[in-house]
């Protein structure tokens, strides 16, 4: 397995001093996010250390893109994009199909053959009325990824957190329920997982048995911890917004059994992209925080992969 990050947490970092850092500090692999320009609605997201367009547009920069990659000896394990596509704002979710195709065909142009992103969710409607929506709009996608050799990982994180997101979410292909429906609806090849078990661990769901019934499908993998305060849950039980009784955190601080993940992984034969996500608070108050974050998870996390 090959570890890496995810370039989202490095907001104020060029593509350059991006890859200069992970080179120097022994990351092998980057998950770089693309996001177009413009006001982000979320944290970590509206980050973007490639420029999408203009690899469509300029083939110098696409080959700067790979050359730079090859020189520092660190990998582009996908390009990221994590938007809503199914959202109930027609042009919001237009907007971001758009981007999503220049993601793909980015991917496709650099030799990196992957997109890690969201299936998407209408918050406002049900499971059942959202899975007809996936049916209309991802085939499309898929096919036009399929064509042009770049494989599609879907993260399994709910997006549901606060009032924002409530009361459905904004990703619905969240739990092994839901993955078994859209793979039926969506029978392509290319489609596939992009894994993280902090998010099983705050809906109670076993985060590794899926590892086994889900092993063709896993094309990249997360790791970021979860704290679930058993206390807080108990207060406000699990209808209430997730934030309100647990807590993203760096692998090794939070619930999560590594190592038991990890053997998890090589018992499939996982061999692939497996990326560090910070999005713990408590390392997000300076630059020297930030840069820590992926030390301190990138020294932990050498206990079990090589």
């Known amino acids: 397995m090959k570890l890496g990050f995810i370039t989202a947490i490095l907001e104020n970092y060029t593509y350059e ?12 692999c980057v998950e770089v996010a693309c996001w177009p320009a413009g006001d982000a609605e979320r944290r970590y997201a509206g980050v973007s250390h490639i420029d999408i367009g203009k690899v469509l547009e300029d083939n110098t920069y696409a080959e700067y893109i790979g050359n730079l990659s090859r020189a520092k000896g660190v990998e582009i394990s996908s390009l990221a994009y994590y938007p809503n596509i199914l ?32 299936i998407g969710r209408d918050q406002t409607k049900t499971v059942e009325e959202n899975l ?5 709009v991802w085939p499309e996608l898929l096919e036009l990824a399929g064509a042009n050799g770049v494989k599609i990982a879907i993260e399994n994180c709910p997006m549901l957190f ?8 904004q990703n619905l292909m969240t739990t092994p329920s839901n993955w078994r429906k859209i ?16 998010h099983f661990v705050w809906q109670m769901i076993d985060y590794i048995k899926p590892l086994y019934e889900f092993k063709d499908k896993i094309f990249h993998v997360h790791y970021k911890d979860i704290k679930v305060y058993r206390d807080k849950l108990e207060d406000c039980g699990t209808m ?21 993940y990890v053997s998890a ?31 301190l998870s990138k020294h932990y996390l050498k206990q079990f992969v090589i």
């Open 17 to 28: 001093q991006m890859m200069e850092f992970a080179s120097v500090e022994g990351f092998e």
């Open 87 to 118: 959202d109930a704002d027609q042009a919001k979710a237009l907007a971001c199909r758009e981007h999503l195709r220049k993601v793909i065909m980015a991917s496709a142009k650099l030799g990196v053959g992957m997109v890690t992103t969201f």
């Open 132 to 136: 007809k929506i996936v049916r209309m």
């Open 162 to 169: 606060g009032a924002d997101q409530w009361p459905g979410g």
């Open 183 to 198: 793979f039926e609806i969506l029978p392509y090849d290319n489609l596939g997982i992009n894994y993280d078990p902090s």
């Open 240 to 260: 209430a917004y997730p934030l309100q009784y647990m807590q993203p955190k760096l692998p090794g601080l939070g619930d999560i059994d590594w190592g038991k």
């Open 265 to 295: 992984l090589t018992d499939i034969g996982y061999d692939g992209y497996t990326c560090i996500e910070v999005e713990d608070k408590a390392f997000e108050n300076n630059e020297k925080k930030v840069l820590d974050s992926l030390r």
